[in-house]
């Protein structure tokens, strides 16, 4: 019997196990990230310092996140097609790791060298709305940071080795990892030392640190990559034909991100700030919830579209689509309905004062609108890159995009920076939407009832959201002064009893998923209580 189906038994419990790795990790990072987010709020606010990082940041850490995520996305499938025997990396898959590496490296410093001339101009082409300081300032930082790209590259790599090796737990630490570096460096070279431009001098340790935390990872599955010049390698060959597709999907969303803060360079000062600190906040349960389902669930897809099992592969994409569903719609909910307070809980501190607020989250309010869209859209699209389908999301995101920079220009001028929030909620729900019809195809074709139950989620979410209103709008939460303490007690106890409510209708429907989850939490705490009764 070959490794990949060696790899099947007790596959349910090693999906977990590895779906809780990564969802702890993921939520120390998250948590991590928050703590960064809280000392660039504290200490730059929503000033045009901040709105000249932001701007600075779209090359290095927007786009070259998606040649990241396009390298460690593209190497799973392929590798795991090519791999049949062994637990470490083989005598033939070695060399495809170095020539990647080498050609990755290679395109990567010719890129950078063409970033450093170009930088000026595409500052101003992606900043029209700067004045002569914050372009000149813009421009440095950026020069700072386009070498990170060669470690954003070799990391995404490495990443997809050890996700398709089925080793997920330093990916998954890496981000919290890099986030503390970047909240010692705000904190030394951005507040004490250097201002603005220590931040981006950190942005760019944090970088090479996220490649050295993934290399004792590569040299546990194999030696470290070494140079090769030949890159004849129909590995290679496959990898490059799944890319591009992969890389403009990829892309979108930060095409997006920079089309909004081109935009928002137009408007008052502080917007392209109040943009990314509420599209953090809606893209912090992508990162906890969806990401955690799907890092274990792509390798085992890509496994089952390998070995050619289209009933296996499409029972597990359902799996996947049902568990997103009942964990999202809580999270879209709370922030639909809480929004205000957890901006003012979480960034309404030193420099970023009540007019932030309110700028962060009107914006909030409004991309809520699409977070379980965008949600299921990263899903569905790994749904269909783990059966090497690379274009037709491409052709998805790219209508997305399309929509999204319509509604920009149509809805900036009555609705200002919520029309540019407007607009990104709705790319994501087309992006969603024909994702969806896409996938469902192969859902009605393959599964029974993929429906089943699924009208007793939205009635769940429904009567959740009611009680949400209840005890949020309560009189004793109205007062705007109200201490930080006070705001803490509305969110915990709107949070906490809405939650009870949303766990009761799914109780009571009986949501197969739910019933699930709450069978393997029960037999969890009594192993683990039985275990302290005995060993007490």
Request: glycine letters at 8%; hydrophobic letters at 55%; charged letters at 15%.
């Amino acid at each position: 019997m070959n490794t990949l189906k060696n790899r099947r038994v007790g596959g349910q419990t090693s999906l977990r196990r590895s779906s809780m790795v990564i969802f702890t990790a993921t939520l120390v990072g998250r948590v991590a990230g928050f703590a960064r987010e809280l000392a660039m709020a504290q200490y730059f606010g929503t000033s045009g310092a901040m709105d000249a990082w932001l701007m600075a940041s779209v090359i290095p850490n927007l786009l070259f996140g998606a040649v990241n995520a396009t390298l460690s996305a593209t190497v799973v499938p392929v590798w795991v097609e090519s791999e049949r025997n062994g637990s470490v990396v083989n005598a033939s898959q070695q060399p495809f790791l170095d020539k990647l590496t080498t050609l990755t490296v290679v395109v990567g410093g010719v890129l950078v060298g063409i970033g450093e001339v170009a930088a000026g101009p595409l500052l101003h082409l992606v900043a029209p709305g700067f004045d002569r300081a914050s372009l000149s300032l813009a421009t440095a930082m950026t020069r700072m940071m386009l070498p990170t790209l060669l470690f954003w590259s070799v990391a995404g790599i490495f990443s997809g080795v050890l996700q398709a090796r089925e080793r997920y737990a330093l990916s998954a630490l890496t981000p919290m990892a890099v986030n503390l570096v970047r909240i010692v460096t705000i904190v030394v070279l951005g507040h004490f030392l250097w201002g603005i431009r220590g931040v981006a001098i950190g942005f760019s340790v944090a970088v090479l640190l996220q490649l050295a935390v993934l290399w004792p990872g590569i040299r546990k599955v194999g030696r470290l990559p070494r140079w090769s010049l030949d890159w004849r390698d129909p590995r290679i060959l496959a990898l490059v034909k799944l890319a591009p597709p992969f890389f403009i999907t990829s892309s979108v969303s930060s095409i997006a991100l920079i089309v909004d803060r081109i935009l928002a360079s137009f408007l008052v000062t502080g917007s392209i700030a109040a943009l990314n600190y509420a599209f953090v906040l809606v893209q912090m349960p992508i990162g906890l919830v969806v990401s955690a389902v799907t890092t274990p669930l792509y390798t085992r897809l890509a496994q089952h579209h390998a070995e050619e099992h289209d009933e296996a592969f499409w029972a597990l994409a359902l799996r996947g689509t049902r568990w997103i569903l009942m964990a999202m719609i809580p999270l879209t909910v709370w922030l639909l309905f809480l929004g205000q307070t957890v901006v003012r809980l979480i960034y309404q501190h030193g420099a970023f004062d009540p007019g932030s607020t309110e700028m962060t989250a009107q914006a909030l309010s409004i991309l809520a609108l699409g977070l379980l869209p965008s949600g299921l859209g990263f899903y569905w699209q790994r749904v269909l890159f783990a059966k090497h389908d690379t274009k037709s999301p491409m052709h998805y995101s790219l209508a997305a995009i399309g929509l999204n920079m319509v509604g920009d220009f149509v809805l900036i001028s009555p609705l200002r920076l919520g029309g540019l929030a407007l607009a990104t909620a709705l790319g994501w729900g087309l992006d969603a939407a024909l994702l969806g019809h896409h996938v469902f195809l192969g859902f009605i074709r393959w599964t029974r009832r993929p429906c089943k139950g699924l009208w007793g989620l939205v009635l769940a979410g429904v009567v959740m959201a009611l009680a949400v209103e209840i005890l949020g709008s309560h009189p004793i939460w109205e007062a705007r002064t109200l201490g930080w303490s006070v705001q803490l007690g509305q969110g915990t106890v709107t949070v906490v009893g809405s939650a009870a409510t949303y766990a009761t209708m799914l109780e009571l429907v009986r949501f197969p998923e739910w019933i699930e989850a709450r069978r393997w939490m029960v037999r969890r705490f009594r192993t683990r209580f039985g275990e302290r009764r005995r060993l007490s």
